[in-house]
């Protein structure tokens, strides 16, 4: 409904001292991390190496229930999945966690993130005659584990192998009958962190999960990182530690949630930073400071702040309408936005509105945002953006393949202001967006800037392994 970025994926892990309902944990968890990904999400659970799972297209509310959960049983080890597809399509085989069962005994998988040399990696499994059943980057990494397991003498050894053939953006975990690993790529694209929850532990892309769990948070673990957690207690391996950190930006500006702390920033903090940022790189005469639900709400606490414009609740967001949500006809494809979103005339009718959002991607929804603050009666609608314009495609785990659909490719800043339908235009610069979580931070901001922190392929569309065939 929105052309707008989309979540990637979390997931979600925990080891319990004793035979327990880890599956509940996790259910509970997922709901928390649920802005991650709305597609698909599924819990596996190991009692004594056993392993039960279940997932499934839908919303975590959605996909289990009381009975499924029961059906799922206690045991002690558990990993959980919601899902947002950067690659792969939307389908029930790439509902993850994946659960491969092999000569030295069952694993699990669960991930976050993008591989830039997936393609490269199947190919090779495919010739060696290996069977893929899903077309996402998950199946591959569990080739390359399971066979580094067959020379390894553990699972993390087989892991800490595996690092060294993957490229990209991975926050992996791995369930083996008797082990619960944590792994994140040598860059730290995406967020992982460790947590204690009374004599086990929590793994989680996201530490608002923790909260939900009352769980207690441990800290973030470090790029390249691989944290083993077994009866033994809790082990690191950091063959792959010390490089370039590079966590993608927009965990700061839009994908994570405003509670969560991700290598030690809040995210509140954050997107406060960049709405103060903001009004000092482009300050305007308004009469009231909105945002657009719901991460551009914080940058727009933090504009206000700064410029000593009043902050106002501008939208309010219908929350029961999700993705799926059905447009049989044209004028409803058209009126879509007022279903999700609203303008309070009350607050814009008659005013200069400052309207904070987290980005501008290919333009449409955000003209029509600033067509309902004019139909709401707003006199001036100035539009300012806490990221810069996206320039690049992304290869780590967001859904910007290309660069076909970003309007800041085709128009000026310009043209952008007249297409949209605002007075003003402002977005964040690249130095000021590289700033909000704390300077000197390690960031991704390659979609901003075409730097990328590691190569990346010429062409990877979000479909790489599915296509038709090439009729003669």
Do not use: W
Not at 106 to 112: D, E, G, L, T, V
Not at 168 to 185: F, H, N, Q, W
Not at 377 to 387: F, W
């Amino acid at each position: 409904m929105f052309e707008s970025i989309h979540e990637e994926c979390g997931v979600f892990g925990v080891f319990s001292r004793e035979r327990d309902d880890v599956a509940a944990y996790v259910y509970q968890a997922l709901y928390a991390l649920q802005h991650r990904g709305q597609e698909s999400c599924g819990i596996v659970v190991n009692d004594d190496g056993l392993f039960t799972y279940h997932k499934a297209l839908g919303l975590v509310g959605q996909v289990f229930d009381r009975e499924c959960l029961e059906r799922l049983g206690k045991g002690r080890i558990s990993v959980g999945h919601v899902r947002y597809s950067t690659t792969g399509g939307n389908s029930a085989a790439n509902a993850q966690p994946l659960v491969v069962r092999h000569i030295k005994g069952p694993m699990s998988i669960a991930h976050n993130g993008n591989l830039t040399n997936a393609r490269e990696l199947r190919e090779q499994f495919e010739m060696k005659g290996m069977i893929f059943h899903s077309t996402n980057d998950t199946e591959v990494i569990s080739y390359t584990i399971t066979e580094e397991r067959l020379k390894e003498p553990s699972i993390e050894q087989a892991v800490n192998k595996a690092m060294y053939r993957i490229k990209g953006a991975y926050s992996l975990l791995v369930m083996s009958p008797t082990k619960l690993i944590a792994a994140r790529d040598p860059n730290g694209f995406r967020p992982l962190c460790l947590g204690r929850l009374g004599g086990g532990y929590v793994v989680s892309s996201e530490s608002c999960a923790f909260d939900s769990l009352g769980a207690e948070f441990i800290r973030d673990i470090k790029a390249g990182e691989i944290v083993i957690i077994d009866d033994s207690g809790i082990r690191s391996i950091e063959d792959h530690c010390g490089g370039s950190e590079s966590l993608c930006v927009f965990e700061y500006i839009y994908f994570a949630r405003p509670d969560s702390v991700i290598d030690g920033a809040g995210v509140h903090s954050a997107r406060i930073n960049a709405g103060r940022a903001l009004y000092k790189e482009h300050p305007v005469s308004a009469d009231i400071v909105i945002g657009v639900p719901d991460s551009g709400l914080d940058a727009a606490l933090g504009f206000s702040q700064e410029s000593g414009i009043p902050y106002g609740i501008g939208f309010i967001k219908n929350r029961y309408i999700g993705r799926t949500f059905i447009q049989p006809s044209q004028a409803q494809r058209t009126n879509s936005v007022k279903l999700k979103l609203n303008a309070v005339s009350e607050t814009v009718k008659g005013k200069r509105v400052v309207m904070i959002d987290d980005s501008i991607v290919r333009g449409t929804t955000c003209a029509r945002i600033v067509k309902l603050l004019r139909d709401a009666g707003a006199k001036e609608v100035h539009v300012r953006i806490s990221c810069p314009p996206f320039v690049s495609p992304c290869y780590f785990g967001t859904d910007i393949d290309s660069k076909d659909n970003l309007i800041a490719c085709r128009m000026d800043n310009e043209g952008i202001r007249r297409f949209i339908g605002a007075d003003s235009l402002g977005y964040l610069s690249i130095e000021g967006v590289r700033n909000i979580a704390g300077s000197g931070r390690g960031l991704c901001t390659a979609c901003f800037d075409e730097n990328y922190p590691i190569d990346v392929p010429k062409d990877m569309p979000k479909d790489k392994f599915e296509y038709k065939i090439q009729k003669r």
